[in-house]
């Protein structure tokens, strides 16, 4: 039976194209992802992607039915929310966290969720900014916390806030664990990195500012945070972080003198008011607990 489940694996794939991002997109893990496109494409009778190393792409069958299936994740959509204008307890909210946010930020902005509209439930959900922007463009969010600089076509937005970032730096490098560093000094370790294409304004914006303050230092890739933690454990990266609880053995923090790279957050949400977007005058409180990790 087609499920809406298998949609939403369908289109969060086409719009990733990377089977980590579609699963942390929905909210599951990549085998059962993996398992549900291959029950969709069984059900369908069609090969709808093409597979390559984590990455997919659409076939000729997989763009004649994404349109379809866009269309019937709206209209599913639709019914829950005609469903939820009928609940007691009200209607969702739909709130999206980039994974830069820290966890005690992201708990702040749901708490500013369900405490500024009473009786309205509210489920989170964590994906790079640039999947957080286009879930909500297609109102599948009513608002998402998201790295700046972004293309934000569409939608309205909060004012930017700077959070403060710590180095994250192997102790045997800079054994004066909490000492005030300059970029410029952090020599010998490269960077550790998200992938660009999470965040490709953001990222340039930090790729730019590290070269300017430190020509050839170098980076790496990273999938998360925590991978860039275990590797500046290993001895192999330096990580920037504004998550103050992010700690390690074997890893000193130390505050950046001039703040030269900071994380910049700000709350998007859709321009028309739907169903599932807060009031406007909402917004204030939500930017706040943003400053208030």
Known sequence: MLTE????????????????????????????????LRRLEALVGAKLFERG???????????????????????ID???HAASAQDPEGVEIRLGLAPEVPASVGAAVAAACSGAVRGRRVSVVSAPTSSLVQQVSAGRLGLAAVLHPAVLDGLEAGPVTLMPTWALVPSALYPDDGAALPLGGLHGLPIAVRPRAEAPAARDLFLDTLALHRPGGGTVIVTDERAGLAMAAAGQAIVVTPDPSLAAAGVGRH??????LPVRLRLVWPQSRTPNALPAEVMAQLSQALETP
């Open 53 to 75: 190393p984590g990455q997919v792409e659409l076939t000729p069958a997989g763009k004649a039915l994404l349109p379809h299936a866009r269309r019937a994740l709206n209209a």
């Open 255 to 260: 505050p950046l003198i001039d703040n030269p």
């Open 5 to 36: 489940r298998y949609l939403q694996i369908f289109v969060a794939l086409a719009d990733e194209q990377h089977f980590g991002d579609a699963a942390r997109v929905i909210g599951i893990t990549q085998p059962p992802l993996s398992q549900g």
């Open 78 to 80: 639709e019914f829950h």
